[in-house]
């Protein structure tokens, strides 16, 4: 699957110490950390609301330049997210947008229409959405995964939905 960039959503956040023994580099301290790897650019983002931690990570691929998210360019998915692990993990969802329309190709799938502009494919291990257009875009798609389960078998459920 192709890719312009994908996020992870945590509940928690991990220290300052943790990231940059982890290897990040602080951007703007206890908010913003930034890693690259090979080709790509992975952004470590926290947010915090009172004593309240949470995180995101994005992954795209490796630019200096502030471009819309409409200009950046296609990475293999896979590829990128794979680049990012190196031990088990479990993010509280993940969501990966594209600018290919896979609409036709989940409906034969099986998925069902949700609301407006949204298709779900729903197990007892799966709960996955795909909005078209995506909320950021109308020349956007994008795969939301609120069960995620190990990130390091993210990419193989994909491929086990037929998502490729």
């Not at 301290?29 to 915090?48: M, N, V």
């Not at 004593?51 to 490796?62: A, H, P, T, Y």
């Not at 257009?133 to 939905?161: H, I, M, Q, T």
């Amino acid at each position: 699957m192709k890719a312009i960039l994908f996020k992870v959503n945590m509940t928690t956040a991990f220290t300052d110490a943790q990231l940059v023994k982890s290897g990040w580099q602080v951007e703007e301290f206890d908010k913003l950390y930034t890693r690259t790897k090979g080709k790509y650019k992975y952004s470590y983002i926290i947010k915090s609301f009172g004593k309240i931690r949470v995180s995101e990570m994005r992954g795209q691929l490796n630019t200096e330049e502030k471009i819309s998210l409409e200009q950046l360019s296609e990475f293999n998915f896979d590829e990128g997210w794979s680049n990012l692990w190196n031990k088990s993990f479990t993010p509280e969802s993940v969501e990966i947008l594209t600018k290919e329309n896979i609409f036709e190709t989940l409906i034969e799938n099986g998925w069902k229409p949700a609301v407006l502009g949204v298709i779900e494919y729903v197990s007892d291990d799966n709960n996955l959405s795909y909005y078209y257009p995506a909320p950021e875009g109308e020349s956007l798609y994008k795969l939301v995964d609120d069960n995620p389960e190990d990130a390091l078998k993210f990419s193989n459920k994909l491929r086990d939905l037929n998502i490729q």
